[in-house]
């Protein structure tokens, strides 16, 4: 048997520890999505009793959480055919997010609802800018479906800016205020950084693809800081809440808390 033969392998099985570590990461991030709404519902914090949009926002946000599991199983254990069809739906599906997501975020802002942990203005401009991100992501992970490596960390990039409303759901967010939303950015950031990790211990060296993802999410953040926080972020307020009880509130004040 030649050395040329022993190597054969290899290949192969970078492949199935590659599979196996994207596959696994889906789930894990369903998993916190799962486990930070389900714990919003277990204490009271939510309840069924809300407007139809957001019963939508809810019913769309959790099916693309079911997408993206399914499309790293059918990408890792098959028919690939199957990941290639769910991919066009896909693409559609994120449509519809930003549509409904949006929404969600106008009515709590115009109601003068805004979650106190947060900062109106701020909540108005980082709810719709971290689905922008996520799409951006996405698209350009898909813009690159024949070559693998980059296709799904992007992707998984994308997928972690989603992460955030169950990392926030899970963190004693309260005691977080100021920084409760830069708490929960910290966490979405650990996980391409996971992603990094297992790249230098399988392979001995980080993929590229994880450095545009990164930075992806980090842009994320400054434009939205960018805006939220200079001129341009207090004018799109006046123009959201004109007319409605969201007018009244301060927009970069945080909401009195309910406990207190």
């Known amino acids: 048997m030649t050395m040329a033969t022993l190597a054969m392998p290899r290949p192969q099985q970078h492949q199935r520890s590659d599979d196996r570590f994207f596959l696994t990461m889906a789930f894990v991030m369903a998993g916190l999505l799962i486990a930070g709404f389900g714990l919003t519902l277990a204490v009271g914090r939510s309840s069924f009793n809300r407007p139809p949009i957001v019963h939508a926002h809810a019913i769309v946000f959790m ?13 890792t254990q ?47 401009v980082f709810d719709p800018l971290s689905l922008i991100g996520c799409i951006c992501l996405i698209v350009a ?61 399988r392979d001995g060296r980080v993929h590229p693809a ?13 434009v939205t800081d ?18 409605t009880p969201g007018a009244a509130i301060a927009p970069l004040a945080f909401p009195p808390s309910p406990l207190g």
């Open 210 to 222: 994880w450095w545009w993802g990164l930075g992806g999410i980090v842009a994320t953040e400054i």
């Open 78 to 124: 098959g028919p690939i055919a199957l990941h290639r069809r769910l991919g066009w739906l896909a693409m559609g599906w994120l449509a519809l997010m930003l549509y409904l997501g949006t929404a969600v975020t106008l009515m709590n802002v115009r109601a003068g609802t805004t979650p106190f942990i947060f900062q109106p203005l701020h909540f108005l």
């Open 141 to 201: 992970g898909v813009s690159l479906r024949m070559h693998t490596g980059w296709h799904r960390r992007l992707n998984y990039c994308g997928m972690a800016l989603l992460v955030g409303p169950g990392f926030g759901r899970l963190l004693p967010m309260p005691l977080l205020i100021p920084w409760a939303f830069h708490a929960t950015f910290v966490c979405v950031m650990l996980l391409p950084v996971i992603g990094i990790i297992a790249d230098l211990r």
């Open 226 to 243: 960018i805006i939220a926080f200079g001129p341009l972020g207090l004018t799109l307020y006046q123009v959201v809440t004109a007319g």
């Open 63 to 75: 099916g693309w959480m079911v997408i993206y599991v399914l499309q790293n199983w059918f990408a």
